[in-house]
């Protein structure tokens, strides 16, 4: 189990810009839950998924994976937790190295072996294996530099890049936003294809209520850094988009936050 206790996140701290982006979040996620989050922009999303990443240091409040307290340890310590995928594809992959090394070094996310090692036969064989399933012909650029391809492309190796090595929770933060809706819509069913094979437990991020409740068995609405909403279970099976989008707009309209949601996307 993942968990936050009372997590408060402070920007600009002792400063006139000081600003609370997370109230007292309390969370605790249970292996193999995979929960959607959304909310306005600014709503502290990405906030959240930093403070479980390490990426962000929290100013008061503990963050637990399993029985270890980890609420000090910075990401790179944390780097074989949790795995990570980003809205940009440019982010998550290193555009002048080629799709093989990029693959490499995600094989190896917490570990400290070189590349060369990582670059083994066997890897070679496995990357091929990875790449074929996806369909999109990417098994015979393994020697292309990444930054040739698409950005659908490229975010379906992100995704591959991030299950590659074990971890306890994979955190995707609108990783389909960058797209076209035909490229989001394969890049979903192939995250909710890996989920599935991996058993994985996820934290996702998305702006599309349909995302929202397409993917996963749970849904959190996030508003002002605060937790307002947290349904799974039958009541969350009930919830049609519309249903979602309603509480969306009146939480949204409350406090003021742009609303950026797509529908049926
Ligand atoms: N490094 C930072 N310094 C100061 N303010 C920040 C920083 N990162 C984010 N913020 C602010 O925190 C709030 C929440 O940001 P974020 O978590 O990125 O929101 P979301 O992902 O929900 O759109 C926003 O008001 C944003 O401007
Ligand atoms: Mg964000």
């Known amino acids: 189990m993942i968990r936050l206790e009372k997590v408060r996140v402070l920007f600009n701290q002792g400063t006139a810009l000081e600003k609370v982006v997370l109230k007292n979040v309390s969370l605790a996620i249970e292996e193999g839950e995979v929960v959607t989050v959304i909310g306005g922009n600014g709503a502290g999303k990405s906030t959240l998924l930093n403070v479980l990443t390490g990426d962000i240091n929290i100013s008061q409040g503990r ?103 074990p971890m306890q929770i994979l955190v995707l933060d609108e990783h389909t936003a960058a797209l076209d809706p035909r490229t989001a819509a394969f890049i979903i069913q192939l995250t909710r294809n890996i989920i599935l094979e991996k058993n994985l437990t996820v934290l996702m991020v998305t702006h599309s209520m349909h995302q929202a409740l397409e993917v996963g068995n749970r849904t959190l609405m996030l508003t002002e850094g605060e937790i307002v909403f947290d349904v799974k279970g039958r009541e969350r099976s009930k919830l049609k988009e519309d249903d979602l989008l309603r509480l969306f707009k009146e939480v949204v309209h409350k406090t003021g936050e742009e609303d950026e949601i797509l529908l049926n996307s």
């Open 63 to 165: 963050i637990f994976f399993e029985k270890t307290d980890v609420t000090r340890w910075p990401a790179e310590k944390r780097a074989s937790m949790v795995a990570r995928v980003f809205q940009d594809p440019l982010v998550g992959t290193c555009g002048s190295l080629t799709v093989e090394e990029n693959l490499a070094l995600a094989f190896y996310r917490g570990k400290n072996l070189g590349l060369g090692f990582a670059l083994s036969l066997e890897n070679r064989k496995a990357f091929v294996t990875f790449l074929e399933r996806l369909n999109l012909g990417l098994e015979k650029r393994l020697k292309d530099p990444i930054g040739l391809l698409s950005g659908g492309q490229r975010q379906a190796i992100s995704l591959i890049m991030a299950v590659l090595a």
